[in-house]
């Protein structure tokens, strides 16, 4: 016997929870104790008063999988509000990375360049190294620490998703 | 304002919240409570002899009086020994709230002497848990967990209570109940689900209610509606394992239970209906069976107060988010603004006749043994002559479905099993439970030689308190349930399924003031039972029934409700792997 996979969808979800104890460990373990995956997960306060947190997660799976997602977070006490941005109309996604590159002579102004192309600002930087900042959607930055990769990648990291619906609205 | 004491904060609020009783053992981190619970004029507490009974104690007071059981444990041990009950009352909706010591807070996190992190390991077994660093938040944090845990999808709720706490003082009035934001189960349906609800009740050929535990949580209420609305559409019902007694077993339109050990009726009008009206059940796979064979030409509506219960397993066609009760509310009556009339249900009654004359529940004896279910018909009209109310108990296996199929409940809340979970070791506590709840009630669990055993130290809950529950053990010396498993998947081999060295229960009934009666044979039977219930105080019974009985009709696991085996002749005693790994 071998055990089937579902076909599964990326879908960008944004929570906003009772900025208390224990909340994150709430919603991480509903993920790991349902099985359900996460890509990518942040988490910060955003009311003044430090009362209320936005966490963004990105997850996969089944569009059925997707809809119990929702639902068992929405049911969970401290969760206010879930929203599928993927499902609710446009919205805007942006990741940060800090990308760590080695090399020298010809390698190392290949790096400039195409950093230059994806807006990476450098950071830091020694004689034989930088480190690049970029934004920009989950792919554009794989692609870069793609091309990174050829040249010299010594290290990354990344911030993981944040998004917000389009428009005037809050959603 | 005056000052109070955290301990005297809780109880004041277990006092103002109505809590009459309260399960427990006592322990370092609580004893600063259980101080202030001595001699109390109005709060009574059980001392149990485990913490799992007390949880188990309090689900069968809950299930049995629709109030929240309370639970009071000590920390690390006492908390982790009541982590099954909780994790049960989760699986089960049933309102519970657990009030656990922990150490002091400025030595949480150095594994202190009985340190355990409650709040960790309990955080996906409740429906929600709180650690109180403050006095202060005591009362609020109180008030709102007996909020949570009783409305919305009832559950149970934690309340870590570090002992400084405890006897830490801060200013005390009775708090005004405060909610979080976030919290708001929607009780009422919107119109849209309800209008389509009743129209296609009002189109349909062959419509079926299949009810479930939601019923119960609703209220007496919700079960008297339900009757009203079958009484309507004149539609026949089946109910899960937990919503047994919200629709009377004694009403023609009752089909029995559905499901794995369900009825061949039930399972096959279920399959055959064009329409299902699910009434607060979940479509657990004990009872949908082969999923792409469930109800495969019907259509579905689905009333749950839980969201995330819709679509989680079959897809609906009309979901209805409310409680149960609130639900058949607006369906009744719109169908009565409508002027809706029953629909000519002759032929759908034709053919569910006819399964029913498979009399599926039938049982071959031999008069030499005990056969299971006779036992249980026999208790249940033993029982039934008394008059009394009478509240039903299981522990888990096949004594519990033959309970569910052979004893006829009528009214709601006075059959309590543990469904989700199936936890061995839940049914003596709850009948202990539901005999504090229900003082002159006929409280009896219906048990197995091997699940009694799991909670047996609890005999001595009810010689102290003076509990004349009955303790009816049908004592085939068999895990019977794993060995009938054994007999279908594994060629019989009964790999650790006897039950070797069992104890005596009569004599282990005595040594606890218990009476005690062993029922041998059929010849005994009838007197045994009139004895067990002309007893006054707490009786055991060792009823020696068949061995190697099993109970059927069942369904396979990933099979489908037209693939039920009702007999032994049935049984070909290998599985492929696929079938094997379902559980
Ligand atoms: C705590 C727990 N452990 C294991 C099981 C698995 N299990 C289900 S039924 C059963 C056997 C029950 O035997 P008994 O109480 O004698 O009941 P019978 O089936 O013989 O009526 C077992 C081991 C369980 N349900 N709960
Ligand atoms: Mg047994």
Redesign the pocket.
């Known amino acids: 016997m071998h055990i089937q996979e579902e076909l599964s969808q990326r879908h960008v979800l944004s929570l906003t929870v009772s900025n208390e104890a224990g909340i994150l460990a709430r919603i991480a373990g509903l993920f790991t104790a349902r099985g359900y995956n996460i890509d990518s997960l942040t988490v910060a306060d955003i009311t003044q008063d430090h009362g209320v947190s936005r966490i963004t997660i990105v997850t996969n799976g089944p569009p059925k999988v997707i809809d119990q997602i929702i639902a068992q977070l929405d049911r969970l006490v401290p969760v206010h509000k879930v929203t599928d941005l993927t499902e609710n109309g446009p919205f805007v996604e942006r990741e940060l990375a800090l990308v760590k590159v080695a090399g020298t002579g010809e390698d190392r102004i290949e790096a400039l360049r195409l950093a230059d192309v994806f807006r990476a600002k450098v950071v830091d930087t020694t004689i034989e190294s930088f480190i690049f900042e970029i934004t920009g959607t989950t792919d554009k930055i794989d692609n870069f620490v793609g091309l990174m990769r050829q040249i010299g990648l010594v290290e990354v990291g990344r911030t993981g998703v944040v998004g917000l619906i389009r428009g005037k609205d809050a959603n | 304002m005056a000052e109070k004491s955290g301990a005297d904060i809780l109880v004041q609020c277990l006092v103002d919240l109505g809590v009459e009783v309260v399960f427990g053992y006592p322990g370092g981190a609580v004893l600063p409570i259980y101080d202030a619970l001595y001699n109390h004029p109005t709060i009574k507490h059980v001392l149990v002899r485990h913490e799992q009974g007390a949880t188990h104690m309090a689900e069968g007071y809950a299930r049995s009086t629709g109030k929240p059981g309370v639970v009071l444990v000590t920390s690390g041990p006492g908390a982790t020994n009541a982590v099954?009950g909780i994790t049960d009352a989760l699986m089960d909706s049933i309102p519970m709230v657990v009030i656990t010591g922990q150490v002091p807070t400025q030595l949480i996190g150095t594994d202190a002497f009985q340190e355990a992190d409650t709040i960790g390991i309990t955080r996906h077994c409740t429906k929600h848990n709180y650690l109180v660093k403050s006095p202060a938040k005591l009362a609020e944090v109180v008030h709102e967990a007996f909020h949570i845990a009783t409305t919305g999808r009832p559950g149970p709720v934690v309340v870590d209570i570090p002992k400084n706490v405890q006897i830490a003082t801060a200013p005390y009035a009775r708090p005004e109940l405060k909610v979080h934001a976030s919290y708001h189960p929607q009780t009422k349906a919107d119109a849209a689900g309800i209008d389509a609800a009743v129209e296609m009740l009002a189109a349909a050929e062959r419509p079926i209610l299949y009810t479930g535990g939601g019923v119960i949580n609703s209220g007496p209420q919700a079960a008297a509606l339900l009757r009203e609305l079958a009484a309507l559409t004149g539609a026949p019902v089946t109910s899960t394992l937990m919503g047994l007694g919200a629709f009377p077993a004694s009403s023609d339109q009752w089909l029995g239970m559905l499901g794995m050990h369900g009825t061949y009726e039930a399972n096959w009008a279920m399959n055959q209906a064009d329409l299902v009206l699910c009434v607060g059940a979940r479509f657990d796979d004990r009872v949908t069976g082969r999923l792409d064979a469930f109800a495969p030409n019907s259509r579905k509506i689905h009333i749950d107060i839980d969201r995330s219960s819709i679509n989680k397993i079959v897809d609906v066609d009309v979901a209805i988010v409310a409680d149960v009760g609130s639900a058949l509310d607006d369906i009744i009556a719109l169908w009565k603004q409508r002027n809706h009339q029953k629909v000519d249900l002759t032929e759908w009654w034709s053919r569910i006749a006819g399964w029913r004359a498979r009399k599926s529940l039938d049982y071959a004896e031999n008069g030499v043994e005990i056969m299971?279910q006779r036992a249980i018909a026999d208790l249940y009209s033993a029982t039934k002559a008394t008059g009394k109310d009478v509240i039903i108990t299981t522990?888990?296996?096949?004594?519990?479905?033959?309970a569910a199929q052979h004893f006829g409940f009528d009214a709601p809340n006075k059959w309590l099993t543990?469904g989700g979970?199936?936890?061995?070791?839940y049914g003596f506590p709850a009948a202990i439970g539901a005999q504090m709840g229900n003082p002159d009630s006929l409280c009896i669990c219906i048990?197995?030689?091997?699940?009694?055993?799991?909670n047996i130290q609890e005999l001595g809950t009810a010689s102290q308190y003076r509990l004349p529950v009955k303790l009816f053990i049908?004592?085939?010396?068999?895990?019977?349930?794993?060995?009938?498993w054994q007999e279908l998947t594994y060629e019989s081999r009964y790999s650790n399924?006897y039950?070797d060295s069992l104890p005596d229960f009569v004599k282990l009934g005595e040594a606890y003031g218990w009476t005690g009666i062993r029922i041998e044979g059929p010849a005994d039977l009838e007197a045994g039972i009139r004895q067990m219930l002309e007893t006054d105080g707490p009786v055991i019974v060792d009823c020696r029934v068949a061995k190697m009985s099993n109970?059927f009709p069942m369904i396979p696991s990933g099979a489908a409700h037209t693939d039920m085996l009702l007999d032994p002749s049935q049984v070909e005693g290998v599985m492929s792997d696929e079938a094997k790994a379902l559980v």
Do not use: F, I, K
Not at chain 2, 395 to 402: A, L
Not at chain 2, 474 to 484: A, I, T
């Open positions: 099954t299971p522990e888990v296996g096949q004594h519990q479905m033959w543990s979970l199936g936890t061995m070791g048990a197995g030689d091997a699940s009694v055993q799991m049908l004592n085939n010396e068999y895990m019977g349930m794993v060995r009938q399924s039950s109970c």
